[in-house]
């Protein structure tokens, strides 16, 4: 079963606004990771953020985590025609040798 | 290698008929996942190695699935009678530590067509 559902499902902006998704999870967690994936093939790590953390940054990316309520949002500022992707969340739940769990993603197209 | 390897990148293949699929992980890299993922949809689990433990088989849709990790490194993902339902892109990763402490590097998967 799927842990982390990600909404929007779709998203669709205009090349230097800031695009944000958000990620709930239905567990508690060890870590949440953000992937981003082009073209239904392999994907690729942004960022973890660790349970005990709230914020993380690097470079155009925020990544924000609320254990309380189960969530995570990912924020791209100034986004590029270039981050056309689609960008899932990923869970591993505490408590043991767990595997990492997807969502269904968030489509963002980025318009030039 | 420099990165995971997935073979082959595609395959189209009769119904009925039996698949493997390999990954080689990235070296030292103890844990290892398959996943499958259909058109425009999310990546749904199937099973998961770490290590010596037993392989976490628990995400495997029906017994005409199975996969093994050979000395600690490449794994076969077999189906078996394929069905038409079967087809998607079946992804591997690889990471070296425990799950979720570190980041997962992916394959860039096989598209698997049953025709």
Redesign the interface.
């Known amino acids: 079963s799927?842990q982390g559902e990600e909404d929007p499902q779709a998203l669709s902006i205009q090349e230097g606004e800031n695009a944000t998704m958000n990620c709930s999870y239905k567990t508690s967690?060890?870590?949440l990771?953000w992937?981003r994936q082009n073209s239904?093939?392999?994907?690729?790590?942004l960022i973890?953020i660790r349970s005990n953390e709230r914020e993380k940054h690097s470079g155009r990316l925020r990544v924000t985590l609320d254990t309380s309520k189960k969530s995570s949002s990912l924020l791209i500022t100034a986004s590029r025609a270039a981050d056309t992707a689609s960008y899932?969340c990923?869970?591993?739940a505490s408590g043991g040798?767990?595997?990492?769990?997807?969502?269904?993603?968030t489509r963002l197209s980025v318009i030039a | 290698g420099a990165g995971v390897s997935q073979s082959p990148s595609n395959k189209v293949t009769e119904k009925g008929k039996d698949v493997e699929l390999r990954c080689d992980p990235i070296s030292g890299h103890t844990a290892l996942y398959w996943y499958r993922q259909s058109l425009g949809q999310g990546l749904e689990f199937l099973i998961y190695f770490q290590g010596n433990s037993a392989p976490d088989k628990s995400g495997l849709p029906s017994d005409r699935f199975s996969a093994e990790r050979t000395g600690g490194s490449v794994s076969t993902l077999t189906i078996q009678r394929t069905q038409q339902e079967d087809s998607a892109v079946y992804l591997c990763a690889s990471s070296q530590a425990g799950i979720g402490n570190t980041e997962a590097f992916f394959g860039q998967g096989t598209r698997l067509t049953v025709v």
Do not use: C, E, S
């Open positions: 799927q967690i060890n870590n990771q992937y239904g093939r392999g994907l690729v790590h973890l899932f990923a869970t591993d040798n767990t595997p990492l769990v997807f969502g269904k993603g």
